[in-house]
Nanobody, 124 residues
């Protein structure tokens, strides 16, 4: 079992930056691949970025590629999502998710552990 808690969301102007954090507790953090997903009102939860268990591999949705960076610090049991050049369409609740293993998946059903989410609002 692993518990995930996100933080770092807030209100930012378009073009601004935020860094989200995902703190994990429970079993060995380095055993888990991490994913960030987001869900805007009335929309499906969508994949944003993923990072393999030791951070060797990352993968991004096309919509955020070049603007967002996913990283992790296994010594601190923490994952991060650095979001730059934010757009109004990036506004959503952002969720951290984890799954055992090293492979990155982009579908939500592959992740067994989820945080409650943190709200990101982008004003135009």
């Amino acid at each position: 079992q692993v518990q995930l808690v996100e933080s770092g969301g807030g209100l930012v102007q378009a073009g601004g930056s935020l860094r989200l954090s995902c703190v994990a507790s429970g079993r060995t953090f380095s055993s888990y691949t991490l994913g960030w997903f987001r869900q805007a009102p009335g929309k499906e939860r969508e994949f944003v970025a993923g990072i393999s268990s030791y951070g060797y591999s990352t993968y991004y949705a096309d919509s955020v590629k070049g603007r967002f960076t996913i990283s992790r610090d296994n010594a601190k049991n923490t994952g991060y999502l650095q979001m730059n050049s934010l757009k109004p369409e990036d506004a959503a609740v952002y969720h951290c998710a984890a799954r055992t293993g090293t492979k990155i998946y982009t579908t939500r059903m592959e992740y067994g552990y989820w945080g409650q989410g943190t709200q990101v609002t982008v004003s135009s």
